[in-house]
């Protein structure tokens, strides 16, 4: 049976939820609906499935989007009721007719429910019935058309009209009568070296000859008329006139030039050493400059018209339906949208989105949550379909990517230091994204802040990584914390937190090694680090490059998180930074990608080599960059 019925506004005021549920619900899972799948454009799917302790739920929904009404159906998930689709749309159907924006309880639609649900629970066993009834019936049937494939024939042997008559040749084929399997109408048979006609759109042959795939006759005929040539096929006849050859240029090598002058000293990027062979460790830190995430970026939103952002669709569209149609689609077409009507404009969004690097499924739900959005609104005068869809998935994209809560991290640094305990960030990701390069950005935006930092060698897995990380040390004049190679990640970060209040650093970054999403023992390794030192923030580093193995790669390395740990509530991923972002012009999909399989907003991207070269998620630039 349904454990709850409700009926709400899109701005969340309940209108009316069934009484004769009394059993109340455990946990939240009306919140957690609106939180976790209709505000993250998630409302595209079937249900959704809420785990409490004790009980296990499954929501489905509908919605009457020219009134702003949400309707919720939960019950239990163990019972696979099967008339709630049906019940929530009679239900969505009833009580559209009664509402009164200015009404705010609807006592009276407690008989007309109970009428609804009996009728709907009528309907589910009906269809049972019928179901059991037809198996057998199916059964047969479907036993005879396979006797009557088996056979030979199609269609059970019938005759059109009486008038055709099908007869076999030497191969059992038949001639005439019906249209053979390989493409061909009927009265033309194929041979078997002969090469089948092809048959396009309007249901004309293309290259139907006797000599087969290649057309001799056709290619005189365009020779004669001026029509090209193909690039690929050189005429047996035609010869090469020997004044029109021009003759291969030889390459010749230079000579190599030998002299005695000096060569240009190389770039020395090595630890300096003293005439002792002493390492010098004091070394003045050089101003790279100030860090470009301090800096606004300016953008307007209306420097391109409407006609540049759907132009490429707008085009397809007149090629297809003609310029009357496309331009007034919104006016002599339906009052209210239904899903055949935005299938053309989602397809060709959803192809853009992929073109851009957004995974496949990432895209397709986002184009299904917008249909759902959509359905059954009315469309304005004068309005398109595709700028409607195009508004409407805008406004998607901007409520995915704006973060859902608020990290700042200098604020939380500061009340970290008020408490009297070090900042704790730890950087995870997959081999060769770029951490270390990427820490020491930050750690030198935050040295820009008048924040002490200290680093932390975790990677006591890959050769050089503490050299390297020491390296980046050494430039900002930032104290490290080391063990070497082969030891405990989790003892080491543990160590270098209980050494940072005592030189008086405020942040604590600890780089961690690369580990695929399924590699077991790294990935139990890190979920130990995470679960001995619980640090303040977790940052994944992933690549701007990737597209979907973004999805995998986010999605398995929560998983495995929570699956490793041996906290009942283990910590997942809090932030992404995004790596290489300069390298991808306009691919920028994988930031899509990434916060809407993981829900943590990207809080700092990566563009170049520099310490400088760490800057905000425009999130503005972004959307416009997808949709363009």
């Known amino acids: 049976m349904l454990e709850q019925l409700l009926i709400f506004t899109r701005g969340g005021l309940i209108l009316w939820t069934c009484k004769e549920f009394g059993n109340a619900l455990r946990g939240s899972p009306i919140d957690t ?8 454009e998630r409302s ?11 009980a296990s739920y499954t929501l489905k929904w509908a919605f009457h ?12 998930r163990i019972l696979h009721l099967l008339y709630v689709d049906d019940l929530l749309s009679m239900v969505k159907q009833e009580f559209s007719q009664i509402y009164d924006p200015k009404r705010t309880s609807y006592y009276d639609f407690d008989d007309v429910f109970q009428q609804l649900k009996k009728e709907a629970e009528s309907r589910a066993d009906e269809m049972k019935k019928s179901k059991q009834v037809g198996k057998p019936a199916n059964d047969n049937t479907l036993g005879k058309k396979q006797g009557q494939v088996q056979n030979g024939s199609i269609g059970g042997g019938k005759k059109k009209n009486g008038d055709e008559s099908g007869s076999d040749d030497g191969d059992g084929d038949k001639i005439k009568g019906r249209q053979l399997e390989n493409g061909n109408s009927k009265k033309k048979h194929v041979g078997k070296r002969e090469v089948p006609a092809k048959i396009n759109a309007t249901g004309k042959e293309n290259g139907t000859s006797n000599t087969g795939a290649f057309d001799v006759n056709k290619l005189q005929k365009l020779r004669s008329k001026g029509g090209k040539k193909p690039d690929t096929i050189i005429s047996k006849s035609s010869k090469m006139e020997p004044a029109k050859m021009e003759p291969a240029k030889k390459i010749t090598k230079k000579n190599r030039v030998w002299d005695d002058s000096p060569s240009k000293p190389k770039l020395d990027f090595t630890d300096p050493v003293s005439e002792n062979g002493e390492e010098i460790t004091s070394v003045v830190a050089t101003d790279h400059g100030e860090s ?9 939103s209306d420097t391109e018209t409407e006609e540049e952002y759907t132009g490429k669709d707008n085009k397809a ?4 339906k003609g310029w009357f149609s496309s331009m007034f689609q919104g006016i002599a077409g339906k009052a209210n949208l239904e899903k055949s009507d935005l299938e053309p404009a989602l397809k060709a969004l959803k192809d853009r989105l992929m073109t851009k690097n957004v995974a496949e499924e990432i895209a397709e739900k986002l184009c299904e949550s917008v249909a759902a959005s959509l359905e059954g609104k009315k469309l304005a005068s004068f309005t398109r379909i595709s700028s409607t869809v195009q508004a409407a998935m805008e406004e998607a994209l901007v409520r995915i990517l704006t973060p859902r809560r608020s990290i700042d991290i200098l604020r939380d640094v500061h009340a970290a230091k008020e408490r009297g305990k070090p900042y704790v960030v730890v950087f995870v990701g997959v081999n060769g994204v770029g951490k270390s390069t990427n820490l020491a950005k930050v750690a030198y935006w935050l040295q820009q802040h008048k924040i002490n930092v200290m680093m932390a060698a975790c990677d006591t897995f890959r050769s050089g990584a503490v050299e390297q990380l020491r390296t980046h040390a050494r430039r900002l004049q930032i104290p ?17 937190i209980q050494e940072a209040p005592r030189n008086g650093s405020d942040v604590v970054l600890v780089d961690t090694a690369g580990r695929m999403q399924d590699n077991e023992p790294l990935m139990r390794a890190l979920s130990k680090l995470i679960y001995v030192n619980s640090p303040d923030l977790i940052l994944f580093v992933g690549e701007a490059l990737v597209g ?14 929570g699956e490793l740990s041996p906290s009942p509530n283990p910590r997942l991923i809090d932030g992404i930074l995004l790596t290489k972002f300069d390298t991808i012009d306009d691919k920028v999909g994988a930031a899509l ?17 520099s310490y400088t070269d760490l800057k905000k998620l425009n999130v503005k630039s972004i959307v416009k960059t997808l949709l363009k």
């Not at 595209?44 to 004790?54: E, I, L, Q």
């Not at 470009?292 to 307007?300: L, R």
């Not at 990608?593 to 990207?602: D, E, H, K, L």
């Open 292 to 300: 470009m995430m301090d800096k606004e970026e300016n953008f307007s």
């Open 65 to 76: 989007n020219e009134l702003g009404l949400v309707f919720v159906a939960v019950y239990q």
């Open 44 to 54: 595209g799917v079937a249900s959704y499935s809420y785990d409490a302790p004790g």
């Open 548 to 561: 979907n193995d973004a999805v995998d790669q986010l999605s398995k390395f929560n998983q495995k998180l």
């Open 593 to 609: 990608s990434m916060v809407y399989i993981s829900g943590a907003p990207v809080m700092f991207v990566g563009c170049g080599q």
């Open 33 to 40: 609906l609106i939180r976790s799948c209709l505000l993250e």
């Open 480 to 496: 490290i914390f080391e063990k070497g190679y082969e030891k405990d990640p989790a003892i080491v970060a543990k160590e270098a």
């Open 317 to 320: 569209n007149m090629g297809k």
